[in-house]
């Protein structure tokens, strides 16, 4: 998936082995004879080759070999990388070569140069140019024109090797050494970046930066990893990803006109926790976007995509899916002097009475503040952060617009927080009765039909639960979705925090996601598999009319009865899970709700 050096460059560490004498290898002989010719007697410094540089240069417009030894380039390779090359810099460089000559063997400097040195086309370091340009992994058989381009390229780093200056040289070099081949080599092989996924790249490195016994638990990147000899397996499906990329792209291309830049990717296998897609941004080298932001770690407010571990939440506390809770405006404390917090839906209707499916299906907002002030705003706040939110403030801060997802969360914990809703089965193969549930809603078209309508972009060929979540000022663009086989969130938004207009998580995010959800199907990531029913539930009759004409099947828990006809408009009290006080009563009854 990707070379990892420095500058975006290529790099191979050079292995001698012992038994080799450094001095026999044939290039090694060549690059002395052109470069410095008496490394390995002289103490860093070579009195002699300045003065015949400095001569040469008087009589000569340019010569076959510089005053720098071996040394001082290495020096100047590794601690003084883009440093202007005046008197002074030259006198440190000097000053320190003589320091590493007289406490460091000959044949380690001579390593760490030839592992330093840059040959052309982003190529760092004898062995990563052998094998790039001639395929060869062992430097012992480079042959004698194959010598000569590389001492050449070590002149000439920036020329290419059609250039007439570097086939000047090209010969000078030949002669120099006495070889007589006739050259065959009319092109060097030129290597592009391979680093495809830049942000695993990154992730790599910082992996290797710190101690093993500190690596932070959590998802899994690697599956293996070698930081000695820079080797990675990761977890992350490669081709896959990059239909990710490209799809997110495509689809933010079409949404330019909506200001809307950028966006990020991220999916695991939920029980092993195995990292599938990481795409931090829709194209790390774009500045124009900051494209080396990772938002997969950027704190965003993830939105509506909050409220499912709410109404998981009021499962476990007993309500269930197909009772009663009311959705109208409301005002509550904002715990802030003088001021309250009223809460609106999206579309600025009221729906009145409605079962808590539907309320979460289709994100109502009033009922969801209204629940979580029956279930108690700190105890939602607690329950949260058990499921992995982490929160900067107390409950206070955020108030009732903490369930509507105003806390900046990175889509990082998001999907590690979903992982958790998923419904997994034990020996016995029975899934959490609650988990069940609230998979079975979320999955559901029909309970997303007002917001979204049952033929959404929503749907896969394999149902997911699904989740959607835009910011109140269209600056968060989230969508989440898991299965028992795969957890991926995605986040859209502009870097600069600049608002798109009127992008929601079905125009923005939705597109992209139902693409990818189609291509994991279609690759065997994700399977139709059925889950047993919880031994706590049943299917059921629920009752949509008085005569019970018409009714659909529910999953409920064994022996609960309903008994309100909502399709002739009747709502029974002892469905309803709120206490309703006069003032709710007058306003559902505006509304066209009775209640009996």
Known sequence: MTDISRENGYAISLDIPDAIDPRTIPFVQALVTIEDKRFFSHWGIDSVAKLRALWDNIRYWWTISGASTLTEQWVKNTYFIGKKRGILQKIREALLAGYFSLTTDKDIILKKYLDSVYFWNHIYGLQAASENFFQKNDIQNLNEE???????????????????????????????????????????????????????????????????????????????????????????????????????????????????????????????????????????????IDGQVDIIHAPRQPGSSMKPFLYLMALERGFNPDDIIIDTVQEYPSFQPWTTYTSENYTLKEYGLVRMKKALGNSFNNASVRLAKSLGLTDVYNFYKTYGFKFDFPAEYYGYSLVLGNPSITLWDLVLSYTQLVPQPNKEGDVNAMSFLLYDILRDPDNRDVSFGTNSILNTSILQAVKTGTSSNFRDNTLISYSPDMVMGLWVWNNDNTPMIWVTGITGAGYVWHQIIEEAIRRGYISDRELKIPPALEVAPYCLDIQCYRKESVYQKKEMKYFSSILDGIYDHRDIRETITNEDKTRLEELGFRIK
């Open 146 to 288: 194959e010598i000569t381009l590389l001492i050449t390229l070590l002149h000439n780093p920036s020329k290419d090797p059609d250039d007439p200056d570097f086939k000047k040289y090209f010969e000078r070099v030949k002669e120099r050494l006495g070889y007589t081949f006739t050259a065959h080599t009319v092109h060097l092989s030129q290597r592009e970046n391979q680093n495809r996924f830049p942000f695993i790249s990154q992730k790599a490195l910082q992996l290797c930066a710190i101690h093993e016994k500190d690596i932070p638990k959590g998802p899994i990147l690697f599956s293996q990893y070698d930081c000695k000899k820079g080797e990675f397996t990761s977890t992350i499906d490669a081709s896959l990803s990059l239909f990710a990329r490209e799809t997110l792209g495509n689809n933010l291309e079409s949404l330019t006109e909506k200001h809307v830049t950028n966006g990020a990717i991220f999916a695991m296998q939920p029980l092993t926790k195995e990292v599938i897609i990481y795409e931090g941004s829709r194209d790390f080298y774009s500045s124009i």
